[in-house]
C-alpha cells in the first residue's frame, strides 16, 4: 500500500489458518495497521491481491465488513451510554432483532461477566470491564473472524488474563483471531506470529519456530554497568550481537568462540521472543544497508 510515495506496506505475503490466533508484532509505524485496515475492507491495496474468508479485500470490502469483528485499544464505546444500550446499539449495527437479538445480546453480557450490570453506565466501568464489552460489541453477530488491534493496551494484568481467556475460547469455537500487541508473553500464547518492520513481514511461524531462527549460542551477563560493559563486549571476537534487557546484557555468540567470555559470569539462555525480535531487525536492517 502507497501514500504517495512513502509504502506503508511492502510486499506482505501471509496466510492464517482458519480456527488460529494469528500475533503480528511490530513496532509503531511498521504497516500493523494499515495491513489491518487492508484486510478489513476498509482500505484497497495499491497493489498485489488478497482474500479474507474467499471475499476480495480490493473489490468486495463491504461484504468483509458482514462478516468480521474489529476492536481497537479505544474500545469504540458509548460512555454516556449503559452496558445494554451500546450492545443493542451494535446489535442494531449488524441488523440483529428480535429472539436472536435478546440471545445473543445475553451470552456476550455473561461473557463479559457483565450479568446485573445491564444498566450501568458504560463511563463507569474499568478498563477490564470496558475491554470485554467492546470485545463483546465487535463479536454480536458471530463473526468468522476477529481483529483485535492492541486490546489489551493500559489494562491490568488480570484483566489481560481474563480477555485471553475469552480469545482461547473463541479460537476453540472456531473463530480466526489477528491480534496485535506489544506484550510478549501474549505474543508466546499465538499458534503463530508475524513480524512486520518497515513495511515488510520479516517473519512469521510458530514461537518455538521463531526461536529455531537463532542458531547461536544466546548469554546473559548482569552487571551493574550494562551500557559500559556493553561497549567492551562488542568488540570481542565472536560476538554476533549484544544489547541491553534490564540490568543485563544478552549477547549473541559465534559457539565456537563461547571460550572467550570464559573470564566472565554468564549463563546460557533460551531466546525469548523479544530476542527473536531484535534479532530480525536488526538482521533486516544489515541486509537493507548492503
Known amino acids: 500500500r502507497r501514500f504517495e510515495s512513502f509504502i506503508a506496506v511492502d510486499d506482505v505475503t501471509m496466510r492464517i489458518k482458519k480456527g488460529s490466533i494469528y500475533g503480528f508484532l511490530g513496532p509503531n509505524g511498521s504497516g500493523k495497521s494499515t495491513t489491518i485496515r487492508m484486510l478489513c475492507g476498509i482500505l484497497a491495496p495499491t497493489s498485489g491481491k488478497g482474500t479474507v474468508?474467499?471475499?476480495?479485500?480490493?473489490?468486495?470490502?463491504?461484504?468483509?465488513?458482514?462478516?468480521?469483528?474489529?476492536?481497537?485499544?479505544?474500545?469504540?464505546?458509548?460512555?454516556?451510554?449503559?452496558?445494554?444500550?451500546?450492545?443493542?446499539?451494535?446489535?442494531?449495527?449488524?441488523?440483529?432483532?428480535?429472539?436472536?437479538?435478546?440471545?445473543?445480546?445475553?451470552?456476550?453480557?455473561?461473557?463479559?461477566?457483565?450479568?446485573?450490570?445491564?444498566?450501568?453506565?458504560?463511563?463507569?466501568?474499568?478498563?477490564?470491564?470496558?475491554?470485554?464489552?467492546?470485545?463483546?460489541?465487535?463479536?454480536?453477530?458471530?463473526?468468522?473472524?476477529?481483529?483485535?488491534?492492541?486490546?489489551?493496551?493500559?489494562?491490568?494484568?488480570?484483566?489481560?488474563?481474563?480477555?485471553?481467556?475469552?480469545?482461547?475460547?473463541?479460537?476453540?469455537?472456531?473463530?480466526?483471531?489477528?491480534?496485535?500487541?506489544?506484550?510478549?508473553?501474549?505474543?508466546?500464547?499465538?499458534?503463530?506470529?508475524?513480524?512486520?518492520?518497515?513495511?515488510?513481514?520479516?517473519?512469521s511461524n510458530t514461537p518455538a519456530g521463531l526461536k529455531q531462527a537463532i542458531t547461536d549460542t544466546l548469554i546473559r551477563i548482569e552487571d551493574a554497568q550494562p551500557m559500559e560493559l556493553l561497549v567492551k563486549l562488542e568488540k570481542e571476537e565472536g560476538v554476533v550481537d549484544a544489547y541491553v534487557q534490564g540490568t543485563a546484557l544478552h549477547i549473541l555468540v559465534k559457539s565456537d568462540k563461547i571460550s572467550t567470555f570464559a573470564q566472565y559470569t554468564y549463563e546460557v539462555i533460551s531466546p525469548s521472543l523479544e530476542d527473536v525480535f531484535v534479532y530480525f531487525v536488526k538482521s533486516q536492517r544489515k541486509e537493507r544497508m548492503a
Not at 445494554?84 to 436472536?100: D, H, Q, V
Not at 470496558?130 to 476477529?146: F, N, T, W
Not at 483485535?148 to 488474563?161: F, Q, Y
Not at 485471553?164 to 508466546?188: C, K, P, Q
Open 53 to 203: 474468508l474467499g471475499f476480495d479485500i480490493a473489490h468486495e470490502g463491504e461484504k468483509i465488513k458482514q462478516h468480521i469483528g474489529y476492536m481497537s485499544q479505544k474500545f469504540s464505546l458509548y460512555d454516556d451510554l449503559t452496558v445494554k444500550e451500546n450492545l443493542e446499539f451494535y446489535a442494531g449495527m449488524y441488523n440483529l432483532a428480535g429472539a436472536s437479538k435478546q440471545l445473543r445480546i445475553n451470552e456476550m453480557l455473561t461473557m463479559a461477566g457483565l450479568t446485573g450490570r445491564e444498566n450501568e453506565m458504560t463511563s463507569n466501568l474499568s478498563g477490564g470491564w470496558k475491554q470485554r464489552l467492546a470485545l463483546g460489541c465487535s463479536i454480536l453477530h458471530a463473526p468468522s473472524i476477529v481483529f483485535l488491534d492492541e486490546p489489551t493496551g493500559g489494562v491490568d494484568p488480570k484483566s489481560r488474563r481474563l480477555f485471553w481467556e475469552i480469545i482461547y475460547s473463541l479460537a476453540r469455537n472456531g473463530t480466526t483471531i489477528l491480534v496485535t500487541t506489544h506484550f510478549m508473553d501474549e505474543a508466546e500464547r499465538c499458534d503463530e506470529i508475524g513480524f512486520i518492520f518497515e513495511g515488510r513481514l520479516i517473519a
